[in-house]
C-alpha cells in the first residue's frame, strides 16, 4: 500500500451522524448566502459577498484563536503575495498591519489561505496556479517553504508550511467523471505555464466533490454537508498542527531602522 493510502486507511468510513445533522444546516446557509449575490451585477461587489458565508462558517466552527482577515502577505525581502480572499492566522499571539480594509501579514503569522470561486474554469485554475506559485515562493523567516509531503521534525520552528485552498461554488465541468476531468484540467494548466499544481492543497466544489492534488486523490460526492466536514476537518487538524511548530513573528525586524534610533544617555 502506497503512502498516500496509508495516511487515510484509520479513518472511519461513515461520518457521525450528529456532525453531518449539523453542517448539513451550515451547507444550506453557505450556499443560500451566495445565491442571494446573483442580482449583483457588479463583479468585485459581487465577488465581496460570496465570501462573507465561508468566513462566518470558519468564525463560527474554529477555536476562538483563529482570525480570518482579506489581504496580502509581505515577507522580510519585501516579497508580496497577490490578495487573498481568506487568510487564517492565530490572533492570539499575532497581529495583521493594517492599509485600509486590506490587512497584511507577515509571512510568519499566515497559516492557511482560501481563494473562493463563483464558478471553477479553466481561466480561474490559471489565476490561481499563478496565485498560489506566487504565494509559496515567500519566504518566512527568511526560509524557503516547506512543501514536501513528509513529517516535519517537531522541533524545527521556523520551516513552515502554507495550507492553501480553492473553494468553489460551481465548476463548468459536468458530473460524470468530475474528478479526474477536473485533475486533469489544473495538471494540464499548470503544465502549460510551468506551475507545480500540488502547490494547491485541496479543491472543494459544491456538489462535485473534493480534490487532494499532493496525493493525487479525490472523493466524489453529492453530499455537501460530508464534503464541508471533511474539508473542515483536514484544515483543523492542519491549522492545530501547524501554529504549534511556529516561532513568534520577528516583528522588531519588519520595524527596522525604528529600532535603531535610541542615543546613549
Request: proline share 4%.
Amino acid at each position: 500500500m502506497s503512502t498516500k493510502f496509508k495516511i487515510f486507511k484509520r479513518k472511519p468510513k461513515e461520518t457521525h451522524s450528529t456532525l453531518k445533522t449539523k453542517f448539513e444546516g451550515i451547507v444550506y446557509k453557505i450556499v443560500g448566502g451566495f445565491l442571494e449575490t446573483k442580482p449583483f451585477n457588479h463583479a468585485l461587489s459581487k465577488g465581496e459577498e460570496r465570501e462573507i458565508p465561508l468566513i462566518n462558517f470558519l468564525k463560527q466552527n474554529l477555536p476562538s484563536n483563529y482570525s480570518t482577515a482579506k489581504g496580502e502577505v509581505i515577507d522580510l525581502n519585501e516579497t508580496s503575495s497577490p490578495q487573498l480572499d481568506v487568510m487564517l492566522y492565530d490572533s492570539s499571539k499575532n497581529i495583521p498591519f493594517y492599509s485600509g480594509e486590506i490587512q497584511i501579514l507577515p509571512a510568519e503569522a499566515l497559516l492557511a489561505s482560501i481563494e473562493v470561486k463563483s464558478r471553477l474554469t479553466r481561466d480561474e485554475i490559471k489565476k490561481i496556479l499563478i496565485s498560489v506559485n506566487k504565494l509559496k515562493s515567500l519566504k518566512p523567516f527568511k526560509k524557503d517553504l516547506d512543501q514536501s509531503i513528509q513529517r516535519r521534525d517537531e522541533n524545527d520552528k521556523v520551516t513552515c508550511r502554507y495550507f492553501h485552498t480553492v473553494f468553489a461554488y460551481e465548476t463548468d465541468i459536468s458530473q460524470k467523471d468530475w474528478a479526474k476531468k477536473e485533475f486533469d484540467r489544473i495538471k494540464e494548466v499548470a503544465k502549460e505555464i510551468g506551475v507545480d499544481y500540488k502547490q494547491i492543497d485541496r479543491v472543494i466544489v459544491l456538489n462535485r466533490g473534493l480534490l487532494n492534488p499532493t496525493y493525487s486523490i479525490a472523493k466524489e460526492s453529492t453530499d455537501n454537508a460530508e464534503m464541508l466536514l471533511v474539508y473542515y476537518i483536514d484544515l483543523l487538524n492542519y491549522l492545530q498542527r501547524e501554529n504549534n511548530r511556529r516561532k513568534i513573528v520577528p516583528y522588531q525586524e519588519y520595524a527596522g531602522k525604528m529600532s535603531h534610533s535610541w542615543i546613549k544617555l
